[in-house]
């Protein structure tokens, strides 16, 4: 159960990744339910709301292939991230005013064969998120997970700690366009592939800066070991547009072990914010969570984590995190999902350091909970 968990949970993130057989075909995934937290921004009680995306990001797309002979593929993915509680296609992580994409998880095209490995070109994920997401304690799972700290501490969104002091995020949106989130990345070339129980991916993308090679570039390495236990670990960098500098380097390891029904988890991420002119360290978000999963039925899946975060240049800038939650399998493509998270953030917390896909509610504890039902086709 806990090898399906995974694949489903690879799947979903990267739900073109798959190509058995030749053709175009339809796929997506409809996520929605209900959210209730106990404190709000600014002391005004608790909040009860529809929340998309509470297991799982809501997605459709379109993919295909084709056999080109020799154990050689072509292949090509498209894939829309849409909110279900409006219907509307989810913005990017970038400034406000930035235009929403139609395909801002994936468009892209490449090649593939099983001995040779597979080459993507376009828009795509980044090889990081992919090689550690079997040891990140709720498998990156949409909301309350690393998932947020490992996006909104290293692009744009944390735009005051990218850009340095006295700056907003608006005046921060060419640092680098070539990454979303630091997980969907533009213009970019991967290769990956698998020698024995090893598996990685590298990946480049172009600055298109006329006059250097350097400005707006991202390069990004993900690798896993399946073995007796799950190695894993990754790095990514990304350059400012106008001088080259690295403005973001970021890097994660961890490792997981399965004992009887029970997968245990353990991960570490740190991400480094410079000055694009000076170099200076801005920020230094460092998250360390460990959990386990219990399959305790056929149908049931039980997770308890734990995420401390904390930005070691601000260290009032921290949340420390328990979740509690359980997976209802239904059928192979219907899931229930109930999860718990209480957070306890200090004054200082913002996005980067933050487990929920709002913010954590700084200089206060707040329970937040969470059901809903998970639906793949």
Same mark, same amino acid.
């Given at each position: 159960?806990?090898?399906?968990?995974? /694949? /489903?949970?690879?799947?979903?993130?990267?739900?073109?990744?798959?190509? /058995?057989?030749?053709?175009?075909?339809?796929?997506?995934?409809?996520?929605?339910?209900?959210?209730?937290?106990?404190n709000?921004?600014?002391?005004?009680?608790?909040?009860?709301?529809?929340?998309?995306?509470?297991?799982?990001?809501?997605?459709?797309?379109?993919?295909?292939?084709e056999?080109?002979?020799?154990?050689?593929?072509?292949?090509?993915?498209?894939?829309?991230?849409?909110?279900?509680?409006?219907?509307?296609?989810?913005?990017?992580?970038?400034?406000?005013?930035?235009?929403?994409?139609?395909?801002?998880?994936?468009?892209?095209?490449?090649?593939t064969?099983?001995?040779?490995g597979?080459?993507?070109?376009?828009?795509?994920?980044?090889?990081?998120?992919?090689?550690?997401?079997?040891?990140?304690?709720?498998?990156?799972?949409?909301?309350?997970?690393?998932?947020?700290?490992?996006?909104?501490?290293?692009?744009?969104?944390?735009?005051?700690?990218?850009?340095?002091?006295?700056? @907003?995020?608006?005046?921060?949106?060419?640092?680098?366009s070539?990454?979303?989130?630091?997980?969907?990345?533009?213009?970019?070339?991967?290769?990956?592939?698998?020698?024995?129980?090893?598996?990685?991916?590298?990946?480049?993308?172009?600055?298109?800066? /006329?006059?250097? @090679?350097?400005?707006?570039?991202?390069?990004?390495?993900?690798?896993?070991?399946?073995?007796?236990?799950?190695?894993?670990?990754?790095?990514?960098?990304?350059?400012?547009?106008?001088?080259?500098?690295?403005?973001?380097?970021?890097?994660?390891?961890?490792?997981?072990?399965?004992?009887?029904?029970?997968?245990?988890?353990?991960?570490?991420?740190?991400?480094?914010?410079?000055?694009?002119?000076?170099?200076?360290?801005?920020?230094?978000?460092?998250?360390?969570?460990?959990?386990?999963?219990? @399959?305790?039925?056929?149908?049931?899946?039980?997770?308890?984590?734990?995420?401390?975060?904390?930005?070691?240049?601000?260290?009032?800038?921290?949340?420390?995190n328990?979740?509690?939650?359980?997976?209802?399998?239904?059928?192979?493509r219907?899931?229930?999902?109930?999860?718990?998270?209480?957070?306890?953030?200090?004054?200082?917390?913002?996005?980067? @350091?933050?487990?929920?896909?709002?913010?954590?509610v700084?200089?206060?504890?707040?329970?937040?909970?969470?059901?809903?039902?998970?639906?793949?086709?």
């Amino acid at each position: 159960m806990n090898k399906k968990i995974i /694949a /489903a949970a690879a799947l979903a993130l990267v739900s073109g990744a798959a190509l /058995a057989t030749d053709g175009v075909s339809l796929f997506g995934i409809v996520d929605t339910g209900i959210m209730t937290q106990n404190n709000t921004p600014g002391g005004k009680g608790t909040q009860t709301q529809m929340w998309t995306n509470g297991l799982r990001q809501s997605v459709w797309g379109i993919k295909g292939s084709e056999d080109l002979g020799d154990g050689t593929k072509a292949f090509f993915n498209l894939e829309s991230h849409i909110d279900i509680n409006t219907g509307q296609l989810h913005g990017t992580g970038d400034p406000a005013g930035t235009a929403t994409p139609l395909f801002r998880r994936q468009a892209n095209v490449g090649l593939t064969n099983a001995d040779m490995g597979t080459l993507t070109l376009g828009k795509q994920y980044g090889p990081v998120l992919l090689a550690v997401l079997e040891t990140e304690p709720r498998l990156f799972k949409e909301q309350f997970s690393n998932l947020y700290m490992l996006a909104y501490s290293q692009i744009n969104t944390a735009g005051t700690l990218v850009c340095g002091a006295n700056t @907003t995020a608006s005046t921060c949106a060419s640092v680098n366009s070539n990454n979303d989130v630091g997980i969907f990345m533009d213009n970019a070339v991967q290769y990956s592939n698998a020698v024995g129980p090893v598996n990685f991916g590298l990946l480049y993308s172009l600055g298109g800066q /006329a006059g250097s @090679t350097n400005n707006n570039q991202a390069y990004a390495l993900g690798v896993t070991y399946h073995g007796p236990v799950v190695l894993a670990g990754g790095y990514q960098a990304f350059t400012d547009t106008a001088t080259g500098n690295n403005i973001t380097k970021f890097y994660t390891f961890g490792g997981a072990y399965t004992y009887g029904a029970v997968t245990f988890r353990a991960n570490f991420m740190d991400s480094r914010n410079f000055d694009p002119s000076t170099q200076a360290t801005l920020a230094d978000v460092q998250g360390i969570s460990g959990g386990a999963d219990w @399959t305790w039925s056929t149908r049931n899946t039980a997770t308890l984590a734990y995420y401390n975060n904390q930005d070691k240049n601000h260290t009032l800038d921290q949340t420390r995190n328990v979740v509690l939650s359980n997976d209802f399998h239904w059928s192979k493509r219907t899931t229930l999902y109930a999860q718990a998270a209480y957070v306890q953030a200090d004054s200082g917390a913002k996005l980067d @350091t933050s487990i929920v896909a709002s913010g954590s509610v700084a200089n206060t504890s707040t329970l937040y909970l969470n059901v809903g039902v998970n639906h793949t086709f």
